[in-house]
């Protein structure tokens, strides 16, 4: 899978420059502790920095001012990305396009871009579009009228419920569902009547989809997934949520209907928050934090209901010593009524 | 998809009466800010009646004693409920049976009901029994002896497994699974010997269970969903757990093995429960409440260990408060000893 | 499905002894309050042990030292082992194998074992390997170069992306997602770039994966599940985690990525770990536990951050009672205003 380029060729892609011999012949990228000949590895973490003395790699992605005797380094402000970048270089193939394979159904009316690839088992029902390049593995399922960017990737079991639309290099992973019904019911005494979901899901350019995550449909209107978002394994969107752009949602997050969540926010694992509130840009959300009210941007939380960070710390240490703490309340308490005591016979 | 219906017409439909022009031509329901000419729309909270003056829908669907000056209105006890049926009436068709498509395997034995649409990448195994007018989208699986209702809709991706119940008119959103292996072992030294779960799944009439969400069979006996309750979306029901009437599960809860939950709870987004344990009817959980034993109905609960709801909110003041408190107690501590010199000097 | 076995050579399957007529014809295994002619039942909780002067069953499993006047005894010293093993016996019958089924898309450089069975709508790319004696249900889906062991159970709908191994007698219930991406992306200025997940997942001999779950594939190197690990529905494993072996993890427990987890743990529902930590063998988590560094080995912990579990269950008494101490804190503190006042009075 992988091909060779010089350490110079590597230095340009991610804009860095050569400490060292720049025609190194560089063929795959390896973490520090098990890179050998021809590797280059990386060091984000100035805790691992010793390591360089002992890899067996032939080159390292540093940031300015480390040093690393014997080995060449590419030097760049960014090491983590420049290593992302690289990888993608040496690793990321785009298989040929298949078309649609045998054992697909595609119904006539869909309208499918160049070099697509629909696997065996998909289905892809009235009046879908699909933009070129976008690959549908094993048993996709797209109702009517969905409309997929292009260069799309949609892992094994992925359904998209009718009308709902994803833009360009989406990347949904296997067994997500977008467009499932919103939790809509209008109590009838001591029943409930379901409100019908008539809404759909956007998910903008850039977005990526964790496994088995559940994107509902909105009620009217649109639940809204921006650009950039990435969402992690089991995520639950409610209806009518707007996840803002480059917004992190790592896995088990739970975000309930009508919440509009800001841009460049990050969710801990197990986070959650209540419905209908707005949470402002850049919140920061512990895991298993949870945001019951609307939420001034800027902030780092935790704990439920979350409070800012250094707090919920500070009172989760307390919490601890609750049993300690009501033992010294009741000494004290005593001690008082022994002073009261002392005080009225005087 | 909408038809045209007037305003008495409409009023009929959901028990209301109209005040205005009962002749008025109604074609379909929209929020109360992006409404326009044709539409009805509706006004379910008291503090959305100021847009009422705004809207430019033709008609308003409103509690009694509202108002609604230059808008026909229908008045109705539920606006909410009657908006639910108005919208079903304008916006829910259901398509023409389509019998079974090419490319869904359905086994000889199986026996279906009339007008059933088992769409492509179904497979429908030994001895089922399907009712008229239910319908399996692409990639249901039902495993053998299954039988379901009539008038279900089994989203895509949905899996019930071997023996496995459900009544009429359930909804099971895309990829829900229904009759997992229960989680049951028996510890053999270190190990686990596997115990077989034997027992099946009973999914009761007008039950709708969300995307992604596993319902556990029975280790022996049945797990059983009864009548109208709706459970969202990655929604987790452990073996041989019974869950109430009309008993409405949020996001995320998980329900641990043998637990009976009765009629008309509610549990918040990320609730959970220890397992065989016996809770009341009426009993609402908040969202990320854990409910740890036995609990009496007519209760609402918030925290983990849950407490009542009002009880856990001051105790969540009262956490954010801990390090002061503790600061308080030090503070108070030193007075106290400085108080014991004085008195031991005098 | 069942067949008849003597209770003497029911006694010899398990290890046990004959108390009573071992000659007697058993044929089935029933919960002692349905039990009836024919069956043998169990009492693993000594809670139930009055209930064999009113069972109707045959016979029963119990420990040495319990009587049970009137009824034929299976005296073992693990009585639930011994009811898994009989019930196994009893009621687990491995259907015929039946070969690639019509419908099924198997790439002919894939190499199948001996007496495989696989279901229509199953995909198998290029190069899998299956071992003898695996059933895939309908839907599965084996993305190239997935090795798969002997006598394996993958039930409807499960995934399982590039390159990821599973071992021999692995069960995986529908809907599982095995190797879906790892949640990692390098920020570069407010977006966030991918990095390729070209790692895999090993899954050992003899672990069963719940509904649902998903497994992220490694970035580099390996997630490994070790022999004997036992995962329930909706678990989150994220990239580059291991699982010890015989560990179990309850419903909806998620482990961040790079965390390994020793070796008999057991984790409660909803519980959680941060990412990179390490945890020591035999460590219990209760259900929503959430585990934020570093673990000792044999530990019983609660609460998130979590301690050990008798602190936590006072601690969480203390919690309840946190606006009374509040209060009595208030009051304590004017009682010594007051004495305050009064010393500097005389």
């Given at each position: ?38 590797d280059i590895t990386f ?43 690289i990888l ?259």
């Amino acid at each position: 899978m992988e091909a060779t380029a010089t350490l110079k060729e590597l230095a340009e892609l991610v804009g860095g420059s050569v400490v060292g011999d720049g025609a190194l012949s560089i063929g795959n990228v390896a973490p520090i502790d098990t890179a050998g000949q021809g590797d280059i590895t990386f060091v984000a973490n100035a805790k691992y920095l010793s390591r360089l003395q002992t890899t067996k790699a032939s080159a390292v992605i540093v940031a300015p001012g480390v040093d690393a005797p014997g080995l060449a380094m590419l030097v760049c402000r960014n090491p983590y990305l420049a290593f992302a970048k690289i990888l993608t270089h040496f690793r990321v193939r785009k298989a040929p396009p298949k078309g649609v394979m045998a054992g697909a159904w595609v119904d006539p009316s869909a309208t499918l871009g160049d070099n697509v690839t629909i696997y065996p088992g998909c289905y892809v029902a009235e009046n879908v579009v699909i933009g070129s390049g976008t690959v549908l593995h094993p048993g996709v399922v797209l109702y009517a009228n969905v409309r997929i960017g292009e260069d799309c990737l949609l892992h094994a079991g992925v359904v998209v419920r009718e009308e709902c639309v994803l833009g360009n290099r989406v990347i949904v992973q296997p067994s997500a569902v977008i467009g499932s019904d919103g939790f809509g019911f209008a109590p009838d005494g001591t029943t409930y009547y379901k409100i019908p979901q008539v809404g759909i899901v956007v998910v903008e350019d850039d977005v990526e989809i964790g496994a088995a995550s559940c994107i509902d449909r909105a009620a009217m209107g649109e639940t809204r997934i921006r650009r950039g978002a990435k969402l992690d394994n089991l995520v639950q969107i409610g209806h009518n949520v707007s996840i803002g752009e480059d917004t992190v949602l790592a896995g088990q997050v739970g975000i309930a209907g009508s919440t509009v969540i800001g841009n460049h926010c990050t969710f801990g694992g197990q986070a959650g928050t209540a419905g209908h509130i707005k949470i402002g840009d850049n919140v920061m959300v512990g895991g298993r934090g949870g945001i019951a009210g609307d939420t001034e941007p800027n902030q780092v939380l935790s704990g439920a209901p979350a409070i800012p960070h250094k707090e919920w710390l500070k009172a989760s240490m307390g919490f601890a010593r609750l049993p300690e703490m009501r033992k010294e309340l009741l000494r004290l308490k005593r001690q008082i009524d022994e002073f009261e005591r002392l005080l009225k016979e005087r």
